[in-house]
């Protein structure tokens, strides 16, 4: 018998309407099962038991099908063409033909037909696969893992992260969609407050997600979970519409989501009013979690509805860096003026568009109108330290802050900027970059913060004299297209440990894969990481590849390009071309204090020294609040290039009490300070905030 003959057979004995029984009804429990298990208090593992029996069952309901349906229709087939064996000797008439032998493949089976066998061997085939999948299944849900309830209850005391997923919507209803994230969030902030454990939000799940190139399935299957964040608990939980009202109903499961620790009586509001019913949640939860122990939530009480909503969207539709950002903070405000949340979204926008100002007296408004809870009254100090140019508290107060969410990348990044640009100090880096993140795959194409994780680490670790450890961990970036916070790095890298040839091959093929000007900077980088290291050589060879860009170069020059050309002079030591353009870029800009310091040291060189003197004197008449240390920096860099050692300390120890930051190209990285490093004076700069 053919396949084709078989397929054919099957259909009209109605062999696959059979089968799709099975598939269908197995396809329906298991729907109905993974919406029941959480409810009746099942473990998560109850899905897995389900289907192991399911797959197991599958072959044995096909041999069913042919001893209950096909076999009696092949008997009384083979009665009739006299198929049927026996086990006696045939007998013939002489001159009779003898008749076939028929074969008894297994004792005491007989095979009635030719489909049968080919059945039978289709049977095998699918048993054996079912055989796979079910060793598969065992493998990775029992073999190999410890007892996970064993597990959790060992190690509940000792992991006190708490992941808070999303609520699933089952009102049919997407304008309640918002409802889910404001109850997840309503619990964060009631636990962050409480200090009942480290919080894990949705957010941080999705972020992992897609740092580390994982598919997006729901996230209460997401291994990212398990496997990466490891939660000591889970909350999760739905809502529905009941006799239009909505119903809420949470459950704490174990960090393997294998077993359900507590199922909470659901609790039911007003649909217009979805907070009441997640604040009653979230003190239940809170009560639980925290055994009684007193504590404040994130807000005196729970914001109206619609500046929730206000500010949930606005993170959904707008960067925040954007305007409409801002006018969405300001309109949830509006609506509630003691919703706490917007108003600290407001202040970081002013303060990352350098309106320093604006955010200093929206921190005023803020302390006076905010409650002393412990997170409030942090975050409070924390800006006002920030704004006041006190380094050592902000990194302090920030540490605090960065400890209700270690898991959080932003927070992470933020606290290694602050690490090692405001208070110097690298080897708190590297502890803070291992917090429990998992970069191993890593893809920086969608994360810019993972990217800036790398710059961070990478200039701590050069600091802290490992320079390899950059090149051995995104090396492979250096020739890839975008990536510039790293190649920085990687020039800075390779410059000190004498692979030029790398670091040509990365501004060659920037110069092909980038913008000009974006091309005239990293090249500018370069001329100056091989100035740090006293090889004047290659660092003029790339100050005149950028003076030789320009040459081609039509029309008026921007005050960017002057900037470029101005700089390759200077460093060259062409200085009488450096004053040219330096009082070209002050009469366009005059109140730019670094145009006038490299003006004022141009002049002194070629002997204007009175003048040169003048300037920097002029210098104090542009003093303004929060410079954070700009002008007595860009003194202390004219009488360092001078060798004026006295004044350059002293402008110095004012610069970095004011708040000048540690950035890349400041203190021990200024090519004008490099003679003075190593003495203990400039050491106790480097350590101020220590």
């Given at each position: 018998m053919s396949f084709k003959e078989f397929i054919k057979e099957c259909h009209e004995k109605e062999v696959f309407k059979n089968l799709s029984i099975y598939i269908v009804s197995s396809w329906v429990l298991i729907q109905v099962f993974s919406t029941i298990w959480e409810p009746f208090g099942l473990p998560k593992i109850s899905m897995t038991y389900l289907l192991l029996v399911l797959i197991a069952g599958f072959p044995f309901y096909i041999y069913l099908i042919w001893r209950y349906r096909l076999k009696p229709m092949e008997s009384k087939f083979s009665q009739r063409e006299g198929l049927k064996v026996s086990s006696g000797t045939n007998k013939t008439e002489p001159g009779s033909k003898k008749p076939k032998k028929r074969k008894i493949h297994l004792p005491g089976v007989h095979f009635y037909s030719p489909f049968q066998k080919l059945y039978f061997t289709m049977l095998f085939g699918i048993t054996v696969m079912s055989v796979f999948a079910t060793a598969l299944i065992v493998n990775a849900n029992f073999l190999g893992k410890s007892n996970s309830s064993d597990f959790v209850f060992a190690a509940e005391d000792q992991n006190n992260k708490i992941a808070v997923l999303e609520f699933d919507n089952n009102t049919a209803n997407q304008k309640l969609d918002v409802v889910s994230k404001m109850a997840a969030d309503w619990i964060i902030h009631g636990i962050t407050q409480n200090n009942v454990g480290q919080v894990i939000s949705p957010k941080i799940i999705e972020e992992y997600a897609t740092v580390l190139n994982a598919s997006m399935v729901p996230s209460k299957e997401n291994s990212i979970l398990t496997e990466y964040l490891k939660p000591g608990k889970i909350i999760n939980g739905t809502y529905y519409l009941n006799d239009g009202k909505l119903i809420l109903q949470c459950s704490i499961l174990d960090g393997n989501m294998n077993k359900t620790l507590i199922s909470f009586e659901p609790v039911e509001c007003d649909p217009n009013s979805p907070l009441t019913c997640i604040e009653e949640l979230k003190q239940r939860i809170l009560g639980h979690l925290s055994k009684g122990k007193p504590g404040t939530s994130y807000e005196e009480s729970p914001p109206k509805f619609e500046a929730f909503k206000t500010v949930i969207e606005a993170f959904e539709k707008y960067d925040n860096s954007a305007p409409e950002f801002l006018n969405a903070m300001n309109d949830a405000i509006e609506i509630d003026s003691s919703y706490f949340e917007p108003k600290l979204h407001r202040i970081t926008y002013y303060y990352n568009k350098d309106e320093y100002a604006m955010a200093d007296s929206l921190v005023g408004v803020w302390a006076r109108e905010s409650n002393t809870g412990d997170r409030q009254l942090n975050l409070i100090r924390m800006w006002e330290s920030l704004l006041n140019g006190d380094n050592r508290k902000a990194f302090n107060y920030f540490r605090k802050e960065y400890n209700y969410e270690p898991d959080d990348i932003n927070n992470n990044m933020s606290t290694m900027v602050l690490a090692l640009q405001f208070v110097n100090r690298p080897e708190a880096v590297d502890s803070i970059y291992n917090q429990q993140l998992h970069m191993e795959r890593v893809d920086l194409n969608n994360c810019q913060e993972c990217e800036y994780r790398y710059y961070v680490k990478g200039l701590a670790d050069i600091a802290l004299g490992n320079p390899q450890k950059p090149i051995e961990m995104f090396g492979k970036y250096g020739s890839m297209k975008g990536f510039d916070w790293v190649k920085d790095v990687l020039i800075n890298a390779y410059v000190v440990t004498g692979n030029y040839e790398a670091v040509a091959e990365i501004i060659n093929s920037y110069k092909l894969t980038a913008d000009l000007n974006s091309w005239r900077k990293k090249t500018q980088i370069t001329a100056k990481e091989f100035l740090r290291v006293g090889s004047e050589e290659n660092a003029h060879k790339y100050f005149n590849e950028i003076l030789s860009s320009f040459e081609a170069q039509e029309g008026n020059l921007l005050v960017a390009d002057k900037q470029y050309i101005g700089y390759a002079h200077f460093y060259k030591g062409d200085y009488a071309k450096a004053e040219e353009i330096f009082r070209s870029l002050l009469n366009e800009v005059p109140e730019s204090t670094e145009y006038k310091t490299y003006l004022a040291m141009s002049i002194f060189k070629i002997g204007k020294e009175q003048e040169?003197?003048?300037?920097?004197?002029?210098?104090?008449?542009?003093?303004?609040?929060?410079?954070?240390?700009?002008?007595?920096?860009?003194?202390?860099?004219?009488?360092?290039?001078?060798?004026?050692?006295?004044?350059?300390?002293?402008?110095?120890?004012?610069?970095?009490?004011?708040?000048?930051?540690?950035?890349?190209?400041?203190?021990?990285?200024?090519?004008?300070?490099?003679?003075?490093?190593?003495?203990?004076?400039?050491?106790?700069?480097?350590?101020?905030?220590?």
């Open positions: 040169a003197n003048s300037l920097i004197a002029a210098l104090d008449k542009m003093r303004q609040n929060y410079q954070y240390g700009l002008v007595d920096y860009a003194k202390a860099r004219y009488y360092a290039f001078i060798g004026d050692e006295d004044l350059m300390m002293q402008n110095l120890i004012r610069a970095v009490s004011a708040g000048k930051r540690y950035t890349p190209d400041a203190y021990q990285h200024d090519i004008l300070m490099k003679p003075y490093v190593q003495t203990e004076a400039f050491q106790r700069v480097l350590n101020f905030w220590h």
